[in-house]
């Protein structure tokens, strides 16, 4: 049974930084794509980065480059997500997810509050 198990998010002042972490276990996960998703109320959910299977590419939302880095390690079977200069627009549940969005696998979803 895959298991993505997502921690580290809470409540941060604008400005701030927080670090995402997601535990996999069930899988085989140096061979997944690992991603991160944010979905806000009222919005859909929508892709913040992503990273291959070997960890050399990744890729960012515009609206985080620069802001956000995703990283892995494959011998922990973690991806982490360190997100500096939060904004209130940041504000969301963030989704880990393993092998794309229509045939992957999800986590339940890490809230991210930023507000003063």
């Known amino acids: 049974q895959v298991r993505l198990v997502e921690s580290g998010g809470g409540l941060v002042q604008p400005g701030g930084s927080l670090r995402l972490s997601c535990a996999a276990s069930?899988?085989?996960?140096?061979?997944?794509?690992m991603s991160w998703y944010r979905q806000a109320p009222g919005k859909e959910r929508e892709l913040v980065a992503i990273?291959?299977?070997?960890?050399?590419?990744?890729n960012y939302a515009d609206a985080v480059k620069g802001r956000f880095t995703i990283s892995r390690d494959n011998a922990k079977y973690t991806v982490s997500l360190q997100m500096n200069s939060l904004k209130s627009e940041d504000t969301a549940v963030y989704y880990c997810?393993?092998?794309?969005?229509?045939?992957?696998?999800w986590g339940q979803g890490t809230q991210v509050t930023v507000s003063s």
């Open positions: 997810n393993a092998g794309g969005r229509v045939n992957g696998y």
């Open positions: 069930g899988l085989l996960f140096s061979r997944f794509a």
């Open positions: 990273i291959t299977s070997g960890g050399g590419t990744t």
